[in-house]
């Protein structure tokens, strides 16, 4: 299974950016998706994830300015940010737990990382 980011990139403060992500393997269902992030200096920590029933859980720095989505169906999650402050200046790394159609048939996968910088 391998996930595959797109988006992030430099905006000002104040600006919006969406970060993508899909699912490509072999999946039979993906539990939770969502987007960790890690700045420099700092440990990695969760932003955003949505379980597949759709319960979503934010960190707290970012409720109210971020919305994450997924299309369960498609095995895609999507980060709209919004009120990009310097502080959300960081790598972000979309992140699934997955159900394989192969051994073993629970899989943490995460992404590669894309860097979102916020900066005047």
């Known amino acids: 299974v391998q996930l595959v980011e797109s988006g992030g990139g430099s905006v000002q403060p104040g600006g919006s950016l969406t970060l993508s992500c899909e699912a490509f393997?072999?999946?039979?269902?993906?539990?939770?998706m969502g987007w960790y992030r890690q700045a420099p200096g700092n440990e990695r920590e969760l932003v955003a994830v949505?379980?597949?029933?759709?319960?979503?859980n934010y960190a707290r720095s970012v409720k109210g300015r971020f919305t994450i989505s997924r299309d369960i169906a498609k095995n895609t999650v999507t980060l709209q940010m919004n009120s990009l402050k310097p502080d959300d200046t960081a790598v972000y790394s979309c992140y699934a737990d997955v159900q394989q159609t192969i051994l073993p048939r629970d899989l943490e996968v995460w992404g590669q990382g894309t860097l979102v910088t916020v900066s005047s």
């Open positions: 949505m379980v597949s029933g759709g319960y979503t």
């Open positions: 393997g072999t999946i039979l269902a993906i539990n939770t």
